[in-house]
């Protein structure tokens, strides 16, 4: 399995993650009364549409297209609507101390008395990427704690990487069949839409 990074210079004309999530409900036969239930396992999705790529970037997304080999390979992926952070995300961040698990996080190394993330951003540690559900500001000493959605898979080791500038997921094509049309005119793309998903266990 090859895997490889989106190329910087293509934007899509549109874009849409969201987090698929796994629970249950468990309704009462006798009263109603129900449960609900979170299974680990959430992954993301991500639908991407183009128009009109020039000849240049649209051979790029082709070729990229050909190298994926349909579900074969991956694909490092960020959200190109929030590529950078609205926090101001200073400093060298790293995990401060672990291991560490579930939806929070202790970092250390941010820069001092700022604020590093807002409600809406992501963040990737690893290989995965997360997306953060309060804001966080570091005190003093330059730490703070993450508070986002989903849990962390693997668990985090003092010292990992933050990583806050086009923070990526590890995706892959979500079929056999995404391909573009092609178009005989000079714009060699036409509008289309590529769907992914995550490789939670990539």
Not at 105 to 116: E, P, T, V, Y
Not at 127 to 142: C, N, V
Not at 183 to 190: K, Q
Request: glycine content about 8%.
């Amino acid at each position: 399995m090859s895997v490889f990074t989106f190329p910087d210079g293509i934007y899509p004309t549109s874009c849409d993650w969201r987090l698929k999530t796994r629970s249950a409900v468990f309704e009462s036969p006798f009263n109603g009364g129900i449960q609900t239930l979170e299974y680990p396992g959430a992954y993301w999705e991500a639908s991407l549409a183009f128009d009109n790529l020039n000849k240049a970037r649209a051979t790029e997304l082709d070729v990229l297209l050909l190298k994926l080999a349909g579900m074969a390979n991956r694909l490092w992926l960020w959200d190109h609507a929030f590529a950078m952070p609205n926090g101001l995300a200073g400093g060298t961040p790293v995990v401060d101390g672990g291991p560490q698990t579930g939806k929070s996080l202790a970092i250390r190394g941010c820069a001092a008395s700022q604020l590093f993330l807002v409600a809406g951003d992501y963040f990737q540690l690893g290989s995965q990427l997360f997306r953060m559900t309060e804001d966080a500001t570091a005190d003093a000493s330059g730490r703070t704690t993450l508070v986002f959605e989903s849990s962390i898979r693997n668990a985090a080791t003092d010292g990992a990487t933050i990583v806050t500038t086009k923070p990526k997921a590890l995706m892959m094509l979500a079929d056999d069949n995404q391909a573009p049309r092609r178009s005989g005119r000079r714009l060699v793309l036409s509008s289309f839409t590529l769907k992914f998903r995550e490789d939670i266990y990539g």
